[in-house]
């Protein structure tokens, strides 16, 4: 995350294709290390892509997964009352 959170940075700052040495410039500065393999990977990936698409495609494929409390909510329906008062005996 910490690469992407730099590569998103100096994509804010200006920069539309951050090279290695800007994100080490952007990560040493709050020193955090960096791994070379890693950062090259997020910059291979992203290098060319408007990022404002890629954060829209990810917002996209993000609302269409299930959330695990909301199947266990919707799963229970109608019976979490008495789920509720069993619980309690269950404990003792």
Known sequence: MRYIAAYLLAVLGGNESPTSKDLKKILDSVGIETDD????KVISELNGKNIEDVIAQGNGKLAS??????????????SAAPAAAAAPAAGE
Not at 37 to 40: A, S
């Open 37 to 40: 393999e890693r950062m090259n």
């Open 65 to 78: 997964m299930p959330a695990g409390g909301a199947v266990a909510v919707s799963a229970g329906g109608g």
